[in-house]
């Protein structure tokens, strides 16, 4: 079992919508990206996957920690063991005192009755033997077995506590580097948003295809916010859909699969991707930093279509998640409703 753990790391104003997408800049090919895009999706899995092998080091830590308990009880158990053998050699040897165990033969032979009481006290005397040399055996494979245990035990520990600290020091390292990018990113696209044009689209890795039908959450690693229909001080009437907050840069998945009918750039909602699905509805992603698909092209349950951001009508980072019975803003419905329909709880 040690080896195995060892084995084991704001919606939008009252300004009305853009009346057409503007044209995203030109593209670059499937994962080689550009600019800050690239550059925080690239930090963004580097630091999931070293989050995640921290978390493991974690987990087989408290694992570890469990072990070590049981260990210990264990080993009290072998200590009570070695001690109560050592009591019982004690009583052997004060045994054997007193009824002349340690008498020569000749002795025996004197002092013995007759040859059926020489002959079971001799059968006694070695009964005694064995037994001793069994338990001096005993004895000394428990005390071996406990030495054993012991070294593994503060090499385990050792090698664990080595490897999550250097993990540590790693996730604090890319987690610099991914906060400096973010700001970067989000810098890029605020200036893109100010002249209504979208930043070049950055060609994201593709993961494996998810089976037919599936639908997802659109982000992971999220707090709710503002809800749909909830009123506030940034929509002049009610909100109009479902906030995630996230942080910048994370990715922003199509909840299903369908095809792109705008990507827009300006306005209220920022950087926005309008997708619509085989039943009819569409779904928008809203104040992202950035987008990874054109109008027109087809999506996949799960696809990463672009990355969050704080464009637009937002005072923070966050997706703003929107359900809509057509394209066209205003026929909203509401969103965890439509989720939870699909199997999904938000």
Known sequence: M???????????????????????????????????????ARLYRQAATVTRQYEEGRSAARHLRGEK??????????RARITALHRDLGSLARAQY???????????????????????GERAVQRTRRYVTHAVTET?????????????????????????????????????????????????AEDAVAVEQCPPVVRLPREAPLPAGTWVLPVDGYQLSAGFDSEGEHW???????????????????????????????????????LQHPNGFCTQYAHL?????????????????????????????????EVRQTPEYGSAVDPVAWLAGKGLTV
């Open 289 to 321: 930093s950035a987008v990874a698909l054109r109008p027109g092209e087809e999506v996949a349950a799960g696809q990463v279509i672009g990355q969050s951001g704080s464009t637009g009508n937002s005072t923070g980072p966050h997706l703003h998640f």
């Open 69 to 78: 308990r049981r260990l210990d009880e264990r080993l009290a158990t072998q």
């Open 98 to 120: 007193r009824t002349g165990g340690q008498l020569p033969q000749v002795a025996r032979l004197l002092l013995a009755h007759d040859a059926d009481d020489l002959l079971q």
């Open 140 to 188: 000394r494979r428990a005390e071996r077995t406990l030495a054993d245990d012991e070294r593994k035990t503060a090499s385990a520990r050792h090698r664990l506590d080595r490897r999550t600290t250097r993990l540590a020091k790693l996730k604090k390292t890319l987690d610099g580097k991914l906060a400096v990018a973010r700001r970067q990113l989000q810098d890029e």
């Open 2 to 40: 040690l080896c195995a753990v060892l084995l084991g790391l704001a919606g939008p104003s009252a300004m009305a919508e853009p009346s057409g997408p503007v044209n995203p800049g030109s593209g670059v090919g499937a994962g080689a990206g550009s600019g800050a895009e690239a550059e925080v």
């Open 236 to 274: 002049e009437h009610r909100h109009t859909g479902q906030d995630f907050a996230v942080p910048l840069g994370t990715p922003v998945r199509a909840v299903g699969a369908g095809r792109v009918v705008s990507v827009a750039c300006g306005g209220p909602f920022g950087i926005q991707i309008v």
